[in-house]
């Protein structure tokens, strides 16, 4: 082997022992839908200054969700009951009891100047309150100059060089920063040692820190607000909690937890099992197909998919993250899908042993790698660039999304650059399988390209015509969102949750089987305490909740209501406002990435071709009734970067042809791309399409909705990636000035010589 294999071969062996370990010891964090967790109740009362009305509880609603969710894994649900109170179920909580101590924390964060020692107060100051400081000693405090309103951020650190142990680091805001170096610099105008040199770090009536201002500060001078950090007898679970505190804001309302009970899974096991089967299946079925197509090199690819499902999910299992059953199923799609670049590789190996004839295996392989590698590289960042921006500007369930997606990104990444091609060069190596072109599947060209490069349709004669397609397709899809209107689920529009006592037991299963049969099939049920029923559902009159009830008396027997309550939307107006915004800077993003990596034009049909997939998919769930829920919220950011991902592959490959005939027409090398990568396009679409197969037949109701979403949305972005995006690019081109792309100097060239450097491969021999 050489060298570069070895090292390839080493770090696999080590990551993947290492994830081997951290599944076999660590047990995962299951979602309320796979094992339930603690559901509390809030009740939000009136403060001196604001009244406890639905708005002011949804936005202390709010700021518990960043407290809760602060790393967008714990997938908790929060909804406002009725006006004034909020129910928070968090799943597999270890601590109730801790868990309540932080949610129910005001956080009332102060800044005053310290006026003395005990109760004296400097004369013409206001009196503000006296409280002990860290040793106890009761300090003169003025009143409040700036509150937790006014941090701008505020991070946990350990210092271990000035030994002040863990530290909390303060950013203020602009005009809150100006506060805080008045404050300072007021304190420095007196003597060091002077109590009045001291400022107070007030919490819940609390002095967490009082420190003396530097003798370094001059009078008036004071501290810029980007070096203020709060000292005191921290631990490290105590300093990051306090950092949560103070960076989520103080509450708007003071909340009292009025009741705290156990729920169990909104799935039943039978559910779960079917869906478990299903993945099995369709990964299965994904892992013989691309062993079909790539023969012995589509096995090593599946063998490296197998790794790729080990590293991602012990990193999500390392991090923490909580999994669902949608999130589950979205991690076995992120199996089909990273194939993605196991298909690439193959197919520019093929390509290279077909065009240059006399070529060894060993090398048409090495050449495969190299020449995906841009393709592979620029998706996969944009994918990033789209899961930073949902971690940094979303929340709830959008943030959490964009941690999974980064971990199944970079994860495939390794498995397509480090696992599968290590395991490609070591059996490249062997004579056996270079010798059989029936074994090592590489040799010979595949049944599509074949099939293309005999009949060579010219797709792009009429490029308006595949836009005229396009622009039907969306009034359509149009059409069914304003005639027939989007069913937005219980997520988005809140409804009615109502509890049962009931005199038999009855499985969640059974009640939720028979509620979808007498029309309430979008009714969520689960246990809560000792075996009640709880039953959450949309809007429900009267009539509807008697009916229902009448269902689980069938079930149940004597079945009594023990709650009633109207409930709010757990994807608030805030979430989705952050969820859009977040989409928007992310699309604009990637548009400024693929400007500058390709074209204008190509950028603006990429995210114009996104844009079409979007309003298709919604169009459709229109037209066909379905819910839109958080499951499908899930499903269209799925879909968002597999349309990305498909654009990216096809204008890499017009970039690079073009730049090797600058002389020919861009329809004519957009149609020698497009032909070219519709092989890769075909094999990694069928990757997906049989897990999502297998979901919607086997899974059950629970994940219908989601692989309906997902098949839909590969088919539309499939189809955009080809017949919307490179219409919408050559129609640009015609009043684009710009010139062709510049061909990349050739690896094998030196500086000036224009000599060749010879395949490392390569041993130089000639007959």
Known sequence: MTRATTVRAVLAAAVLLVSVLITLTMSPRLGLDLQGGTRMVLQATDSATTKADRESTDRTLEVLRLRIDSLGVAEPTLTRSGEDRIIVELPDVQDPRKAAEVIGRTAQLSFHAVQGPGTEQETGKAAGPTLPDEEGRPLALGPARLTGAGVKDAGASFDAQQGAGWTVALDFHKSAGRDWTRLTGEAACHPAQDERRRVAIVLDDQVISSPQVDPSVGCNVGLPSGSTQITGSFGADEARDLALLIKGGALPLPVEIVEQRTVGPTLGAAAIDASARAALIGAAATALFITFVYRLFGALAAVALAAYGVVSYAALVALGVTLTLPGLAGFVLAIGMAVDA??????????????????????????????????????????????????FLGSGPVKGFGVTLAIGVLASMFSALVIARALTEIASRSRFVSDYRGVNGIARPGRVRTWLARRDPQLFRSPRRWLLISTALITVAVLGIVVRGVNLGVEFTGGRLVEYSTSRPVDVETARTALAGAGFGDAEVTTVGAGD?????????????????????????????????????????????????????????????????????????????????????????????????????????????????????????????????????????????????????????????????????????????????LLIGICVGTYSSVLTAVPVALTLERSSKAPPPARKRAPGRTSGAGAKRRDPLDNGARV
């Open 342 to 391: 196991n298909v690439l590789v193959f197919e520019r190996a093929r390509e290279e042993y077909a065009e240059r004839s006399g070529r060894s295996l060993r090398s048409a392989m090495t050449a495969g790698f190299r020449n995906a590698w841009s393709a592979v590289a620029d998706s996969n960042v944009t994918t990033l660039i789209a899961a930073g921006l949902l971690f």
């Open 533 to 709: 029923l709880s039953v959450r559902t949309g809007d429900l009159d009267n009539h509807q909740e008697h009916a229902l009830r009448a269902v689980l008396a069938e079930e149940g027997g004597h079945t009594t209501k023990v709650r009633d309550e109207l409930i709010g939307p757990s994807l608030g107006d805030e979430l989705r406002r952050n969820a859009l915004i977040a989409l928007a800077v992310a699309v604009l993003v990637q548009l400024a990435y693929l400007a500058v990596r390709f074209r204008w034009t190509f950028a603006l049909a990429s995210v114009a071709a996104l844009v079409h997939d979007v309003i298709l998919l919604v169009g459709a769930f229109a037209w066909l009734g379905r819910t839109v829920d958080g499951i499908f919220l899930a499903a269209l950011l799925t879909v968002i970067g597999y349309s990305v991902n498909d654009s990216v592959v096809v204008f890499d490959r017009v970039r690079e042809l073009w730049a090797k005939a600058r002389r020919e027409s861009v329809t004519t090398i957009a149609n020698r791309a497009v032909l070219q990568t519709v092989p890769r396009t075909v094999n990694t679409g069928m990757g997906a399409l049989f897990i999502l197969a297998a979901l919607a037949v086997l899974g059950g109701d629970s994940l219908a909705d989601f692989a309906l979403a």
